[in-house]
T-cell receptor, first 112, second 110 residues
């Protein structure tokens, strides 16, 4: 989707490896939301970050998952020691309620 | 806990056959209800935001309405290109996250 850039589009990792997903928000935005979409499930909120701050991480699994949004560069969602259950589509969004949140095209993570 | 239930899970229509999708929600202090369209392999695409009961919004063949407990997405004379999964989400006051339903997969046959 125009504006929010995610990469890579597809990522294959072996069990136990690390996955790094990147997201750049729309131009002029300094915040991002991360969501996960498991097969046959709805989108689930993971974390909300502003530059250099985690605002709400209530949806993040307690272990192996972390997120950051440095002063310079994209936001990173990091999954350590991936397991097959981490296979999903991960989406990033930015925007505001008044004009709708814009989602990126997502990163499809496959753990083999 | 905020909940969003969409029905039906899947809907097949013939081109030109109008219908409605339902989104029932339970949320304390609704700040906004969102409709998105999602095509296979893509991210959700924003359609509408509704804020208060009685509000309606339209875009081409789509019209969204809102009551205190549910929202409807009406599709008038659909075309095959309207085929997609339609997602409903709620935004609660004091929270930054959207809570999504599982979606309705719409297929429009020519």
């Amino acid at each position: 989707n125009a504006g929010v850039m995610q990469n890579p589009r597809h990522l294959v990792r072996r069990r136990g490896q690390e996955a790094r997903l990147r997201c750049s928000p729309m131009k002029g935005h300094s915040h991002v939301y991360w969501y996960r979409q498991l097969p046959e499930e709805g989108l689930k909120f993971m974390v909300y970050l502003q530059k250099e701050n985690i605002i709400d991480e209530s949806g993040m699994p307690k272990e192996r998952f972390s997120a950051e949004f440095p002063k310079e560069g994209p936001s990173i969602l990091r999954i350590q020691q991936v397991v097959r259950g981490d296979s999903a589509a991960y989406f990033c969004a930015s925007g505001a309620e008044s004009y709708g949140y814009t989602f990126g095209s997502g990163t499809r993570l496959t753990v083999v | 806990e905020d909940q969003v239930t969409q029905s039906p899970e899947a809907l097949r229509l013939q081109e030109g056959e109008s219908s409605s999708l339902n989104c029932s929600y339970t949320v304390s202090g609704l700040r906004g209800l969102f409709w998105y369209r999602q095509d296979p392999g893509k991210g959700p695409e924003f359609l509408f935001t509704l804020y208060s009961a009685g509000e309606e919004k339209e875009k081409e063949r789509l019209k969204a309405t809102l009551t205190k407990k549910e929202s409807f997405l009406h599709i008038t004379a659909p075309k095959p290109e309207d085929s997609a999964t339609y997602l409903c989400a709620v935004h609660r006051g004091g929270s930054e996250k959207l809570v999504f339903g599982k979606g309705t997969k719409l297929t429009v046959n020519p």
